[in-house]
């Protein structure tokens, strides 16, 4: 099995920072490309930001510019360094792999308050 552990979710105010990080385990894992989504209350799952497995990225139009992506292959870690927050980001952010799609993980909260 392989298991996906985000963290680094919190409470902001409206233009602060946040840092998250996806943790991969588990002997079928493999580091390729990788990506984060996040989800409201009441909406569907949307797509943040990706990365492949030599760091090449791409980004949601509403994150362009604030979010950079980011991975650690040694660490088999990717990160999502989160800037310029606003409300709208409020929402329970999850990583997982491209294109393969592995369990879900339990996801990190994040609140921006204005």
């Known amino acids: 099995q392989v298991q996906l552990v985000e963290s680094g979710g919190g409470s902001v105010q409206a233009g602060g920072s946040l840092r998250l990080s996806c943790a991969a385990s588990?002997?079928?894992?493999?580091?390729?490309?990788m990506a984060w989504y996040r989800q409201a209350p009441g909406n569907q799952r949307e797509w943040v930001a990706h990365i492949t497995s030599t760091g090449t990225t791409n980004y949601a139009d509403s994150v362009k510019g604030r979010f950079t992506i980011s991975r650690d292959n040694a660490k088999n870690t990717v990160y999502l360094q989160m800037n310029s927050l606003k409300p709208e980001d409020t929402a329970v952010y999850y990583c997982?792999?491209?294109?393969?799609?592995?369990?879900w993980g339990q996801g990190t909260q994040v609140t921006v308050s204005s």
């Open positions: 588990g002997n079928n894992f493999r580091f390729n490309a």
């Open positions: 997982n792999a491209v294109p393969r799609t592995y369990v």
